[in-house]
């Protein structure tokens, strides 16, 4: 794409910024919904910084990547500082996101079983609608690999599904 200079950056972020808000705004918990702006932040600070690794036509992609990354570090951070809290007072229990959005207590049961990793190449895709070659870029794998992890992860998701209970 070459050097993306300041007017080009703001075009990208004003474009995607909505959708990568959403995409923490989904999967927040631990942390709290009022860190999405915070979140948000980060990711376009680094992806300004990095305005020139920007793919051409791949810029959501690798944005949610960027994000993805922002949010990994939040949620440790949150983790570190959670440890040392605890021993002054008890955690509330919160449903995560995915327990908010899915009714079916099956479909919650099942993504429940499922690893972190398969749960979020399967949430990317079916949430966000990102396709093979940008789950690719967003999980920063080629697309070989992201071809066989979604198959993989959608194959164990229907494995735990047919074997859940129905309420």
Do not use: C
């Amino acid at each position: 794409m070459g050097p993306i200079d300041a007017d080009q950056f703001g075009l990208i972020a004003r474009e995607h910024s909505p959708a990568i808000g959403n995409y923490l705004r989904r999967r927040m918990y631990p942390l709290s919904m009022s860190d999405v702006d915070d979140l948000v932040e980060e990711t376009l600070i680094i992806a300004w910084r990095r305005r020139n690794d920007i793919p051409a036509g791949a810029e959501l992609p690798w944005m949610i990547g960027v994000a993805r990354n922002v949010l990994r570090n939040a949620r440790r951070s949150r983790m570190r500082r959670s440890n040392l809290e605890s021993s002054l007072r008890a955690q509330p229990n919160d449903a995560s996101a995915e327990d908010y959005v899915v009714a079916d207590a099956s479909v919650r049961d099942a993504l429940a079983k499922l690893s972190d990793d398969d749960r979020e190449i399967l949430m990317l895709n079916a949430w966000d609608g990102l396709d093979i070659h940008a789950l690719a870029t967003a999980l920063d794998v080629t697309t070989n690999v992201a071809a066989v992890r979604l198959t993989r992860a959608q194959a164990r998701f229907r494995d735990f599904f047919a074997s859940v209970e129905v309420r």
